[in-house]
């Protein structure tokens, strides 16, 4: 393994080429990740009121029609209002008869499944249900990607599952019913935590262990810029099944630089492909201008650890956890953070409606507050460390998450400026928490316990929608300090896990053990200090 250490060790022309190709390619995967910001659209709307007085009478202004629905509402019982929620709705025309109309009138020039099927009022709870079926097909998948990329190889599945989503978006424009669409989505959310996963392992095989966090700010920075130009496509582009027919053309365009990367030379001698590996090497010296010359007979006869190596099922390595206590709470703790941090993540994201202002504009400055994230994540990880960093974060986030359902009925400009910090600082933690995942437990279950942390992520997804619903039904301040409660207890339960910066990675189940919070160390001193009698 030296001469693999020697080779990827220098950050040359080989490896700068690689982390341009995974900007690129993590391009489009926010157009996917946040297509519901577009495709779910809710504009302001009320109740089709006098859609019939203005065929009964073509000379019927907005304001005989705005009259008539003011009638309506002062029969109801409510003077101050117009009764939104009656997808059939009995009112009264210009001339005194009774007529019956049906759905909603819009206040947008831009479609979406919402508008086209009247998802509001009594339908309302259906687009929830639909993000959750997303989420549950990024929770099936995720899944299986680690295992099918350990089996098959980073860069095919990475190509496979890049297929597959582009296909499923495509077809999800033609959906002419809404259990079709929800079909459709679930298929496209199948593949987008693979294709994730299989992007950064190809970006961190490839590099040296210092460059990793660089590779992954590659793959957040592309994510970020293509979540900015998201509002800039929907400007153009008002119908939202041509809207998903134009990110289909844009991945497929991206697609080929998955033609430029190679399998990582890790992964080839991991499965006894060691000729490939050697060859691959020598392609890389080459290319970043080195001696290509070096002796790498040795990698012929290197043991290819997926082959000979028996891989651990998950009920034994949770069983192998559960008899140490320490471990077990470490590993419960590490679920419930990835579970808050996903919950709050997609519920912020995905409130974009209801925030104050221009839809498109506060799309453009939450992709650009995603981007401020991934420099902030490097900056934190690297000077505070990560389990500092999380604490400090997302005591902030309790602190704004609590106070801005008070702070927009002040002003709303100021609560859209409180939900981009928080948004700030929860993107930062969901980096964090997926590097220290894999800092606090040793080799042999590392990968596993990150599979089950992303499984156990995609339930606060899953949840995020629901939330955004309960606030669009009964007030935004009860759901709000729900998370916010949530978030803080998973502050408070990181100041038990132990500090990982400049610190080896555990190797084994007592390297893991050996691990201690300083927090936990100073209580256990000051216990032993005080059972210590003093002699008299």
Avoid at 51 to 62: G, I
Avoid at 162 to 175: E, K, R, Y
Avoid at 297 to 323: D, G, H, N, Q, Y
Avoid at 353 to 369: E, I, P, T, Y
């Amino acid at each position: 393994m030296s001469e693999i250490q020697t080779t990827l060790e220098k950050f040359g022309r080989y490896q700068k080429r690689l982390c341009i190709i995974l900007f690129v390619g993590a391009l489009p995967s926010a157009f996917v990740t946040f297509q519901f910001l577009i495709t779910h659209h809710q504009p302001s709307y009320h109740c089709n009121y006098g859609a019939y007085a203005f065929e009964l009478n073509n000379e019927t202004s907005s304001h005989e029609v705005t009259g008539a629905s003011e009638v309506l509402a002062s029969i109801s019982g409510n003077d101050t209002d117009i009764d939104r929620c009656h997808t059939t709705t009995t009112y009264q025309d210009i001339k005194g008869h009774n007529q019956t109309a049906e759905g909603c009138v819009f206040y947008s020039t831009h479609t979406s499944v919402v508008t086209e099927y009247d998802l509001v009022c009594q339908k309302a709870w259906v687009k929830p249900f639909l993000v959750a079926i997303f989420m549950v097909g990024m929770m099936l998948g995720g899944q299986c990607g680690g295992t099918l990329s350990d089996k098959f190889g980073r860069r095919k599945i990475l190509f496979l599952a890049s297929v597959w989503q582009f296909t499923a978006t495509f077809l999800s424009s033609f959906a002419w019913n809404v259990p079709l669409y929800g079909f459709a989505i679930f298929s496209c959310g199948l593949p987008c935590a693979v294709t994730a996963q299989a992007s950064t392992l190809i970006g961190s095989e490839f590099v040296s262990a210092s460059k990793r966090g660089f590779t992954y700010f590659c793959l957040a920075a592309g994510f970020s810029i293509g979540y900015m130009v998201l509002p800039a496509t929907a400007y153009f582009i008002h119908d939202w099944r041509w809207w998903l027919r134009f990110i289909t053309l844009a991945g497929v365009l991206t697609m080929p630089c998955i033609w430029l990367l190679d399998e990582t030379p890790i992964w080839l001698l991991a499965t006894g492909r060691n000729e490939e590996a050697t060859k691959l090497l020598k392609r890389i010296r080459k290319y970043n201008r080195e001696n290509i010359d070096a002796n790498l007979e040795e990698l012929k006869k290197f043991e290819p650890a997926l082959i000979k190596k028996e891989t651990l099922s998950v009920w034994s390595i949770m069983s192998s956890l559960a008899r140490i206590s320490s471990l077990l709470g470490r590993l419960l703790i590490v679920f419930f953070a990835w579970l808050v941090v996903n919950m709050t993540y997609y519920a912020i994201a995905l409130n974009n409606d209801r925030l104050s202002g221009d839809w498109l504009w506060n799309m453009f400055f939450a992709g650009l507050v995603e981007l401020a994230s991934s420099l902030g994540f490097v900056i934190c990880a690297q000077t505070v460390g990560r389990r500092n960093s999380y604490i400090a974060l997302m005591t902030l986030t309790t602190f704004l998450l609590a106070t801005t359902p008070f702070v927009a009925l002040i002003n709303g400009t100021a609560g859209v400026v409180f939900s981009m910090i928080s948004k700030f600082c929860v993107s930062i933690c969901f980096s964090i928490v997926y590097v220290y995942t894999g800092e606090l437990f040793p080799t042999n279950v590392r990968h596993t316990i990150l599979a089950l942390s992303s499984a156990i992520s995609r339930l606060g997804g899953i949840l995020a929608p629901f939330i955004i619903y309960a606030d669009e039904i009964g007030g935004s301040i009860a759901p709000s300090i729900g998370m916010a409660v949530a978030i803080f207890v998973s502050a408070l339960t990181f100041l038990y896990l132990p500090k990982t910066k400049d610190k080896a990675l555990p190797q084994t189940l007592k390297d893991a053990k050996a691990m201690r919070s300083d927090i936990f160390l100073s209580c256990n001193r000051e216990k032993k200090s005080k059972t210590v009698v003093s002699p008299d």
